[in-house]
């Protein structure tokens, strides 16, 4: 049948299983808009405040969904204001697809009324992208823009559709969309089996998680390979919840604000066996001191992550739930021996702990939020220090349940994502937790929390400043706060109220508890203004350039 192009495109969205998109609207998107209200009974539009709303909506959705996140915005300044949640997702490897309007397609190139070259713009940013100056191909492009968002490693696919494909006509027929197979084609029986020595022959073996595992769906599987070679594991900041926090052979966090047990597990380890991680410069630190006495293995479903950051000895190329899967297999039970037990006298001597000075503290909120939620929360963030305390105390044991701007360390990224997150997930308890600094950076999102009436707790750890960006100062700038002290509004409790959405300020641990038992109480919207000290750190740290196990443990 002949349809426009707009029309089109709602077809294939249906077809893709698409039930709910982000966007805002303009002159561009003007008749996809038409055709989104005429199936807003099979489509749901959530209109955000703003466009990188809108990419971080969808991205949240997709993280805590596994589906593909849809976000929409017009062309020129809503386009490029999608750049930003683009640029998160690619990052962070999340299935997203977005779609932007431009001008007509003769008034491309001429410096037309709110023209951008938008594929031009997300071309480093995306694992592809189109611009569709033909109608007649823009259901092929839209069906691709979704199996590739899926396919191996998941990411994000730009679609730029000019306004005038939107209005002519092309033959349009369904089709069911292409399965996306299991990366497993290239799992090399010779990788496998070498592996298998490798592991068989370790002594002191050693495990690293990213977040790669709680993209493939292997939670279950690496917790029976972790269990069957009896190793510590540590999970990077964006592998939370990749394996159980609750577990004895978990020893937290790795990296620059990691665990001392995990830092030094990877610098004593023999084989460090890394799983869906990348070596980010947050973990590694100094390169030339990383894991020095262990042989790496490396299991990735992406070819480029071999030897980009850290050469390996042997890797296993492909889906990582079915490569452990196979390892299960194929391993023999191993035995606890001396490095596990070296390993757990280390996590007792240097837990992750802190001081309690009668003022309220960023490390109480957020274990008062595990508490209160039993661990069974979605836990979003901003980025900063709460963002690293988030980890430190909140046991996560699930994938898909910590959401964070980990690899572009965005700003502003979640509370866009909680809203994602809560519409994807409406059963499940969303927390959103922020700093004062990133929350104000998309505080205009509370609208689309208030309109749609989404129940999201929103807890700021208010501490008047730029923290981790001040406690560098502190450490390492001789106390040259320079602009980074925010002696500025907003109140969050009266900004709470002119959203018209439930505020609480906390100031010691009797009112968090207090305004916490009412925020979990209630089915509305709610925001906790806590507040703590300018000066709390996170800790512990390794400064720059050192190596992981040069871990500062205590606020000196």
């Not at 029309?7 to 989104?36: H, M, R, S, W």
């Not at 029976?224 to 937290?252: D, R």
């Not at 830092?263 to 890394?274: R, Y």
């Amino acid at each position: 049948m002949q349809l426009t192009g707009a029309q089109i495109l709602i077809e294939c969205l249906k077809e893709q299983g698409v039930d709910t998109v982000f966007g805002y609207p303009g002159g561009a998107v003007l008749n996809i808009y038409d055709e989104l209200y005429k199936h807003k009974d099979e489509i749901r539009h959530i209109l955000t405040a703003h466009e990188q709303g809108a990419a971080h909506a969808a991205d949240g959705y997709a993280r805590a969904t596994g589906k593909v996140g849809v976000c929409i915005a017009t062309s020129g300044p809503g386009a490029t204001n999608l750049v930003t949640g683009i640029a998160t997702a690619y990052m962070d490897s999340v299935p997203l697809v977005a779609i932007t309007g431009n001008v007509a397609v003769p008034l491309l190139g001429k410096d037309s009324f709110q023209e951008v070259d938008i594929k031009g713009i997300t071309m480093p940013i995306t694992k592809h992208n189109y611009i569709v100056k033909d109608v007649n191909d823009l259901a092929d492009i839209i069906r691709k823009a979704f199996y590739i968002a899926k396919e191996g490693r998941p990411g994000p696919v730009l679609i730029d559709i000019p306004k005038d494909v939107t209005v002519l006509k092309a033959e349009y027929k369904y089709q069911e969309p292409k399965d996306v197979p299991v990366y497993t084609e290239k799992i090399r029986e010779k990788d496998i089996e070498r592996a298998i020595k490798l592991i068989n022959k370790a002594k002191r073996p050693f495990v690293y998680a990213g977040g790669g595992v709680c993209y493939a769906g292997a939670g279950e599987e690496l917790l029976t390979f972790v269990e069957k070679i009896k190793a510590p594991i540590a999970c990077s900041l964006m592998g939370q919840g990749a394996f159980p926090a609750t577990h004895k052979l978990y020893t937290g966090m790795i990296g620059m604000h990691g665990t001392k047990a995990s830092n030094i597990a990877a610098t004593e380890c023999d084989l460090l066996i890394a799983i869906g991680a990348r070596f980010s410069d947050r973990v590694v630190s100094n390169l030339e001191r990383f894991a020095p006495k262990a042989k790496v293995l490396q299991i990735d479903i992406d070819p480029a992550e071999i030897n980009k950051n850290v050469r390996t000895f042997s890797h296993i190329l492909g889906d990582i739930k079915s490569v452990l899967t196979i390892l299960n297999n194929k391993l023999g039970p191993r035995e606890s021996n001396e490095w596990n037990e070296k390993i757990e006298k280390i996590m007792e001597e240097f837990p992750i702990t802190y001081t309690k000075n009668g003022k309220l503290k960023p490390q109480t909120i957020i274990e008062k939020i595990y508490e209160k939620t039993n661990g069974e929360a979605i836990i979003t963030t901003e980025v900063g220090q709460h963002q690293m305390w988030v980890p430190q105390y909140y046991k996560f044991t699930k994938p898909r349940t910590f959401l964070t701007s980990g690899g572009l360390g965005t700003m502003g990224y979640g509370t866009g994502a909680s809203i994602g997150a809560k519409i994807g997930m409406p059963d499940k308890r969303v927390v959103h937790i922020a700093g004062d600094g990133s929350f104000r950076m998309n505080c205009n999102e509370l609208a689309t929390i208030n309109a749609y009436n989404l129940p999201i707790v929103i807890v700021v750890i208010n501490n008047g400043t730029l923290g981790m960006v001040r406690q560098w100062q502190t450490m390492f700038y001789g106390g040259r706060y320079s602009a980074t002290t925010l002696d500025r509004g907003p109140d969050f409790v009266k900004l709470a109220e002119a959203y018209d959405i439930k505020g609480y300020r906390a100031t010691n641990e009797e009112e968090l508890e207090t305004a916490l038992n009412k925020a979990f109480s209630t089915n509305e919207p709610v925001i906790l203004d806590c507040h703590v000290g300018i000066d709390e750190k996170v800790l512990p740290m390794v400064p720059p350039g050192k190596a992981i196990e040069d871990i500062i443990t205590d606020d000196c």
